[in-house]
């Protein structure tokens, strides 16, 4: 026995060493002593054989030399071919074993998983388990839930569950940590969290598939919490943590965490640079990428494609295409990925002759096509609206076979739709044999940017798999469209859906929707929802509600919103400006603007364009005309169309025709029908005819479609007593085919849109309405008033009808929120104030430009708008 137990050892010692001379040497050793027929030293030096990767000493061995193999011998056997690649053969010999025990199977599961072929794994473990000849153990549950994970099947691992509790082996550590990693994969991370923390000692290898759960389902911050806590970490525990951060937008923290690894003495891998460099693309911050690639040169035996990969994405993005470059000349063997990373670098830089010559490059030298190289290259023709180019790539595709690829075909599909040529995008997903999420999404978002809402939903209904991405698109299609109350129903439908959770997308989407409609009611609940899931702390979100409110003219709760968020962006600072500018409150407006450069906001273009509307909206000249000056000489700000609107419009209300009139003069571009509008307003409201002359002379050489213009020249000239001028007015928009915008308001009761049109009656409760408005009128004339414009307008006017009917229809606490697609006319403004001092209620008005809160005989514009 001891002899046998040394040669064991010795030849133990040879495998694990790789010393084939020496376990040939200790084979002559054994026929020498008479021992080469003891079966146990047989398998011994069969193992060592197979260890040393002596595929045919140890064939020879097992034909010629072990007469009676037993079920270890076979199984060292099939082991030394799974692990030496050998598959075929493996399978060859478990079909010829006359029997098998748990190991056998459990081998050649193994080696199908190691080989990638998952379900061929999963079938083994089935045949394993209807032959009835050998038990499941740990490896076997083990080695099955990988190959589940792997393919994601989440059916298929909920029974897994059931056969682990079935065989009572759910409380073995190995199997613990196969099942949480198992759900994961499968993407219930619930599931995954109840399991493991059950474990009573969690391996580093099961903690970190749930920070991979965690940072995927919950985000970033509960993977934070998992990993502060963990007793231990392995440098795969902080890459993970690096990437999630990453990828969360939060790249600043994950600079910082990568410090932090280096500082604790955790060696960066190649994954950490590549994490890293990905996260200063994203900045980008070519300070931090440089120093970054310096430690890659020291501390890397060698740069691989993933890290090179990043550095040249890092480098294109930050526009230094010669560092990108001369990174991706230097690497030896240059990848489909690299070459992607460079022709999408020069693409997202506006350099698309140089990426149409790497295409070509790259088609060269691989003589083969990249099917994301293809994708990425016809995104560009979609983005240069170069349709010449984006059919020839088409062609390409259908030549080489590519356009089987999904990522491919969607490409073309976009390219199509966004050069408007929706046949051809509509046949390339006709004839797709395969079709993603991805390829739905964008015909629905095709015939949605055509305005086509009826064909968008065709491809919506005929998905038969929908996530958050796909009832995003169909909602803003019809929010974007004009159909607002539709998709706000469509939210209803899709709470109503298993696996679809609304994100903030959907709820910036819903804000846009009420704050279009001024739908107050469901706006309050939207917001409850966001609280309830947590992303009303979004800042995205945030930002949309805050204009939502300020829209549905809630000016009060939009600033509540705007002081609860922390994270304030430049969207904020603009949301709250605008919004205090659209109600008039000029100063508030001014306050706002001015914290936010107080605390180191850079305002942009739409900052000053705000600002400067609350400063014209409050007849604020002077703080007008300094922040005017401010924008080109502090922020380097050129202004705009819409700035020199704004100035126009502040001037011109103020009075300063002639000054208003020379900015117009001095203007670096051609005045465009806005500013010329605002002038001809302001001319009409100081009675300046002939300058109203001049500015509508401006307008109609423009060509304007809008009405408004046409309207209010002839009001002038009627106003003037020129009868005939306004009376030509009027010729000259039927000759050009220009029609009245026709004004109607609407409002929200009982969850529901009522709209008004002037002479409407299609409202069910027409009668009483205009009943309660002919009461009214005789209520106000005894007041007082009397009567500016012809009875029929006087009277029918959408803003009255809509102020009846609130009156009629909400109780007395309730402001009655009204909204009008046209600027309100005087005589409106005027009843209005009179009812509101007559009833005691509260009316808020959102015109076409501004809001009117009416209360107590008077309007927060000051009668000035």
Request: glycine share 6%; net charge positive; aromatic share 8%.
């Given at each position: 026995m001891a002899v046998t137990q040394a040669f064991a050892d010795a030849l133990r010692s040879c495998g694990a060493r790789g010393a084939l001379s020496c376990a040939r040497a200790l084979h002559g050793r054994l026929v020498a002593v008479g021992l080469a027929s003891a079966v146990f030293l047989q398998n011994t030096l069969l193992h060592a054989y197979l260890s040393c990767g002596a595929l045919p000493d140890a064939r020879r061995l097992l034909q010629a030399d072990i007469a009676h193999p037993n079920v270890i011998t076979h199984n060292v056997m099939l082991n030394g071919y799974a692990k030496l690649g050998r598959l075929s053969d493996a399978i060859e010999l478990f079909d010829r074993m006359p029997a098998r025990d748990v190991a056998s199977w459990n081998t050649l599961m193994s080696g199908y998983f190691q080989s990638r072929q998952q379900f061929a794994a999963l079938e083994t473990f089935v045949s394993m388990h209807r032959s009835g000849d050998s038990s499941p153990n740990a490896f076997t549950f083990s080695c099955a839930m990988k190959s589940c994970g792997a393919l994601g099947w989440h059916g298929l691992a909920l029974q897994l569950l059931g056969m682990v509790q079935k065989f009572d082996s759910q409380d073995d550590s190995e199997v613990e940590t196969s099942l949480v990693d198992m759900f994961v994969r499968c993407g219930d991370v619930d599931l995954a969290a109840r399991l493991f923390v059950r474990v009573e000692n969690p391996t580093i290898f099961c903690r970190n598939s749930m920070l991979v759960g965690y940072a995927k389902t919950y985000g970033a911050d509960c993977a934070l919490e998992l990993f502060d806590s963990m007793p231990e970490r392995d440098v795969v525990s902080w890459n993970m943590m690096v990437s999630a951060l990453s990828q969360s937008g939060r790249v600043r923290e994950a600079l910082d965490m990568a410090v932090e690894m280096y500082s604790k003495g955790v060696r960066?891998?190649?994954?950490?640079?590549?994490?890293?460099?990905?996260?200063?693309?994203?900045?980008?911050?070519?300070?931090?990428?440089?120093?970054?690639?310096?430690?890659?040169?020291?501390?890397?035996?060698?740069?691989?494609?993933?890290?090179?990969?990043?550095?040249?994405?890092?480098?294109?993005?930050?526009?230094?295409?010669?560092?990108?470059?001369?990174?991706?000349?230097?690497?030896?063997?240059?990848?489909?990925?690299?070459?992607?990373?460079?022709?999408?670098?020069?693409?997202?830089?506006?350099?698309?002759?140089?990426?149409?010559?790497?295409?070509?490059?790259?088609?060269?030298?691989?003589?083969?096509?990249?099917?994301?190289?293809?994708?990425?290259?016809?995104?560009?023709?979609?983005?240069?609206?170069?349709?010449?180019?984006?059919?020839?790539?088409?062609?390409?595709?259908?030549?080489?076979?590519?356009?089987?690829?999904?990522?491919?075909?969607?490409?073309?599909?976009?390219?199509?739709?966004?050069?408007?040529?929706?046949?051809?995008?509509?046949?390339?997903?006709?004839?797709?044999?395969?079709?993603?999420?991805?390829?739905?999404?964008?015909?629905?978002?095709?015939?949605?940017?055509a305005g086509n809402i009826m064909k968008a939903r065709e491809f919506f209904d005929g998905m038969s798999t929908k996530n958050v991405i796909t009832w995003n698109a169909m909602l803003g299609a019809y929010i974007?469209?004009?159909?607002?109350?539709?998709?706000?129903?469509?939210?209803?439908?899709?709470?109503?859906?298993?696996?679809?959770?609304?994100?903030?997308?959907?709820?910036?989407?819903?804000?846009?929707?009420?704050?279009?409609?001024?739908?107050?009611?469901?706006?309050?609940?939207?917001?409850?929802?966001?609280?309830k899931v947590g992303l009303i702390l979004d800042t995205s979100v945030a930002n949309a509600a805050i204009t939502m409110y300020s829209k549905c003219g809630r000016i009060l709760e939009a600033r509540k919103v705007f002081d609860f968020l922390n994270a304030k962006d430049i969207?904020?600072?603009?949301?709250?400006?605008?919004?205090?500018?659209?109600?008039?409150?000029?100063?508030?407006?001014?306050?706002?603007?001015?914290?936010?450069?107080?605390?180191?906001?850079?305002?942009?273009?739409?900052?000053?364009?705000?600002?400067?509307?609350?400063?014209?909206?409050?007849?604020?000249?002077?703080?007008?005309?300094?922040?005017?000056?401010?924008?080109?000489?502090?922020?380097?700000?050129?202004?705009?169309l819409e700035h020199f609107s704004c100035m126009v419009d502040l001037l011109g209300r103020a009075g300063h025709l002639t000054e208003a009139k020379d900015l117009i003069d001095k203007m670096p571009m051609k005045p465009t029908a806005e500013v010329w509008g605002a002038l001809l307003s302001a001319c009409k409201i100081h009675g300046n005819n002939e300058l109203a002359e001049l500015a509508a002379k401006q307008l109609f050489e423009l060509d304007s479609p809008d009405s408004g213009s046409?309207?209010?020249?002839?009001?002038?000239?009627?106003?003037?007593?020129?009868?005939?001028?306004?009376?030509?007015?009027?010729?000259?928009?039927?000759?050009?085919?220009?029609?009245?915008?026709?004004?109607?308001?609407?409002?929200?009761?009982?969850?529901?849109?009522?709209?008004?049109?002037?002479?409407?009656?299609?409202?069910?409760?027409?009668?009483?309405?205009?009943?309660?408005l002919d009461e009214l009128m005789e209520?106000?004339?005894?007041?007082?008033?009397?009567?500016?414009?012809?009875?029929?307008?006087?009277?029918?006017?959408?803003?009255?009808?809509?102020?009846?009917?609130?009156?009629?229809?909400?109780?007395?606490?309730?402001?009655?929120?009204?909204?009008?697609?046209?600027?309100?006319?005087?005589?409106?403004?005027?009843?209005?104030?009179?009812?509101?001092?007559?009833?005691?209620?509260?009316?808020?008005?959102?015109?076409?430009?501004?809001?009117?809160?009416?209360?107590?005989?008077?309007?927060?514009?000051g009668d000035y708008w």
């Open positions: 960066l891998d190649s994954t950490t640079y590549t994490s890293c460099l990905t996260a200063c693309a994203r900045l980008p911050s070519l300070g931090w990428g440089k120093q970054l690639h310096a430690q890659v040169i020291r501390n890397l035996p060698r740069i691989d494609s993933y890290v090179a990969s990043a550095l040249v994405e890092l480098y294109a993005k930050c526009s230094c295409f010669k560092e990108a470059k001369g990174v991706f000349n230097s690497l030896r063997d240059r990848n489909n990925v690299a070459w992607t990373v460079l022709i999408s670098g020069f693409l997202q830089h506006g350099c698309f002759t140089e990426s149409v010559e790497l295409f070509n490059q790259m088609r060269a030298e691989l003589m083969t096509l990249d099917q994301f190289a293809l994708a990425t290259l016809i995104s560009g023709c979609c983005s240069r609206m170069d349709l010449c180019l984006g059919r020839q790539l088409h062609s390409l595709c259908l030549r080489s076979g590519q356009i089987q690829a999904v990522v491919v075909s969607n490409s073309l599909i976009s390219m199509y739709a966004k050069c408007g040529n929706l046949q051809s995008a509509e046949s390339i997903f006709r004839v797709m044999s395969e079709r993603d999420i991805v390829s739905w999404t964008s015909m629905i978002t095709a015939y949605s940017q974007q469209h004009g159909a607002e109350e539709d998709g706000l129903n469509m939210y209803s439908t899709m709470l109503s859906e298993k696996d679809v959770r609304p994100d903030w997308v959907t709820y910036v989407t819903l804000f846009k929707g009420c704050a279009d409609l001024g739908a107050n009611k469901l706006g309050d609940q939207i917001i409850g929802d966001t609280v969207v904020s600072w603009n949301a709250m400006i605008t919004g205090y500018s659209q109600h008039g409150l000029g100063k508030q407006a001014i306050e706002i603007f001015d914290d936010m450069l107080k605390r180191g906001a850079k305002p942009d273009y739409i900052s000053y364009v705000a600002v400067l509307s609350g400063c014209s909206h409050s007849g604020l000249v002077q703080e007008g005309k300094s922040y005017f000056d401010m924008m080109k000489k502090v922020h380097n700000i050129s202004p705009g046409y309207m209010l020249m002839a009001k002038i000239y009627a106003d003037a007593g020129k009868s005939d001028d306004s009376a030509q007015v009027r010729k000259l928009m039927r000759d050009k085919g220009i029609k009245k915008n026709p004004g109607y308001s609407w409002m929200e009761v009982d969850n529901k849109v009522h709209v008004f049109k002037a002479d409407d009656v299609s409202h069910p409760q027409v009668i009483a309405i205009r009943n309660k209520k106000i004339a005894a007041l007082g008033y009397v009567r500016t414009e012809s009875p029929r307008s006087e009277i029918h006017h959408s803003e009255k009808l809509a102020v009846a009917f609130g009156l009629m229809s909400l109780p007395d606490w309730m402001p009655i929120h009204i909204m009008k697609n046209l600027r309100i006319c005087n005589d409106c403004h005027t009843v209005i104030k009179l009812i509101s001092s007559m009833t005691g209620r509260e009316f808020v008005i959102r015109d076409a430009v501004r809001f009117h809160h009416f209360k107590g005989g008077s309007c927060s514009c």
